[in-house]
């Protein structure tokens, strides 16, 4: 018998608490009625701990969070209900287990309780992302402990083998367990939703849906990543967690149900455990394997030559020297460019010119390839071993050329602002920033100006070359 009798994705809307939506949970009566079910399920598991992971507790960029007293609570007071609050006591020893086998396999995630997090100015509290789902939970069972874990912006892989390691400590502690992956769906699902709208959305939520009821692991780790980036989901790391508690078994989905009234995606699914011989980890690091392979070989001479910038730099201390065998484009014109690197979608370091102060636009893309990685203020240095997860674009720039505000496009043109020695330079097309007025104040507040201050603007264009997904 596995230790882990139950897997399930909820999702974690305030309003679904009547003290919170006040009549607006109505509309999402399908998502509480999946909810109960899931609840009463779990009476009948009468499991010793539930796990589960959200997106919105403390998050730190480098290792998975673990509340680690001997007691938790949290309250609604955010969404204006002052009377609700959960609490649970926490499974320390689980914790414990978890830690230890973490850090036997190199998974970073670390215990974290309310010392640690006065330093960061947070409070030891249960986050919605939890609560919601212990509410269903507690209205029919409420004889367990829980395993609070707020996941991070980690590898893929690394998410999959934390799953393992919270399968691995049930195992050893023979701890019968309940696994819940917190997370809500697409948030671009209408124009008239909290976020703007995508319809990579609806795609994303349908894409994902479907490979979990069929239980295709490897495509639900190959999902288009433009897809993914715009569907703006809280989910995916939580559900890779589960699949990773998964490991061994065969993945078998059942929605309970799904619906997006508010211009956010809802799922509640359950998952039989059944076991199976092969194994997914080998499989997916063969998949990211080949993907590296991909970009390595990438034909485009922009981003090859950042990414090999990158390898030689990492490899021996020193820029690497400009190759004698590039294009023309390459090795003899001269123009400013920037290279952007990010990490699961998330800007990881950018660093540019945005006039030449080179002898060549080889040489400007090799040494910003390597400030970025190294010398951007706003990071920590790119490790080495963070060049696998590393998606790289270069943007080449048109001399720039002065503009006033009517003239500007944040799709088409980038923005200069200038005031005496201030300048504050903004790349176009960026996500989110879809007004001049945003654009402007982003390169004001860049500049260190004040946006009713006078200032002299400038626009350029640029090519943006990116690597093969």
Not at 385 to 402: A, T
Not at 424 to 430: I, K, Q, R, T
Request: hydrophobic letters at 35%; a negative charge; charged letters at 30%.
């Amino acid at each position: 018998m596995e230790n882990i009798l139950r897997y399930y994705l909820m999702p974690h809307p305030p309003l679904i608490i009547p003290s919170v939506g006040k009549g607006q949970e109505k509309v999402i009566q399908s998502t509480i009625d999946a909810c109960n079910k899931v609840g009463e399920e779990i009476s009948e598991l009468k499991p010793e701990t539930v796990v589960i992971i959200t997106p919105h507790g403390t998050m730190f960029s480098d290792a998975l969070a673990i509340s680690n007293e001997d007691y938790i609570k949290g309250d609604f007071t955010k969404f204006r209900d002052f009377d609700t609050y959960i609490e649970g006591r926490i499974d320390k020893k689980f914790n414990e287990e978890l830690i230890n086998i973490c850090k036997r396999e190199n998974i970073p995630a670390a215990g974290i309780d309310s010392n640690i997090l006065k330093k960061f100015n947070r409070q030891f509290e249960l986050d919605h992302g939890a609560m919601i789902p212990m509410y269903f939970i507690n209205k029919y069972y409420k004889d367990y402990k829980i395993v609070h874990v707020t996941y991070a912006a980690l590898s893929d892989i690394d998410l999959y083998k934390f799953g393992m390691a919270i399968k691995e400590s049930a195992k050893n502690l023979n701890r019968t367990t309940v696994f819940i992956a917190s997370g809500d769906l697409s948030h671009r699902l209408s124009e008239d939703g909290p976020y703007e709208y995508s319809p990579e959305g609806a795609k994303f939520d349908k894409t994902l849906l479907d490979n979990l009821q069929k239980g295709d692991v490897l495509n639900i780790f190959n999902m288009d990543k433009y897809m993914v980036e715009n569907a703006g989901e809280c989910g995916l790391r939580s559900i890779f967690i589960m699949l990773g508690a998964m490991e061994g078994e065969e993945v078998k989905g059942k929605v309970l149900s799904y619906e997006g009234p508010f211009g956010v995606g809802y799922g509640v699914m359950t998952f039989n455990n059944e076991l199976k011989n092969n194994s997914n980890l080998e499989l997916l690091i063969n998949m990211k394997k080949e993907k590296f392979k991909k970009k390595l070989s990438d034909k485009n001479p922009y981003v090859k030559l950042a990414r090999e910038s990158l390898n030689h730099y990492y490899s021996s201390g020193h820029l690497m020297a400009k190759p004698a065998d590039l294009p023309k484009e390459l090795s003899k014109q001269k123009c400013g460019a920037f290279v952007s690197l990010k990490k699961f979608g998330k800007l990881r370091g950018c660093i540019g010119t945005f006039l030449p102060t080179t002898d060549s636009l080889a040489e400007e893309i090799i040494r910003n390839a390597v400030e970025a990685a190294t010398q951007d203020p706003r990071f920590p240095r790119v490790r080495e071993d963070e060049l696998l997860d590393l998606d790289i674009s270069v943007d080449v720039l048109s001399r720039p050329h002065k503009a006033t505000k009517e003239e500007l496009d944040p799709k088409k043109y980038g923005v200069i602002v200038i005031q005496g020695h201030k300048k504050g330079l903004l790349l176009p097309d960026l996500e989110g920033v879809d007004s001049v007025d945003y654009q402007l104040e982003i390169a004001c507040e860049k500049a260190g100006i004040s946006p009713l201050e006078e200032y002299e603007i400038e626009r350029f264009e640029v090519k943006r070359y990116k690597e093969e997904e």
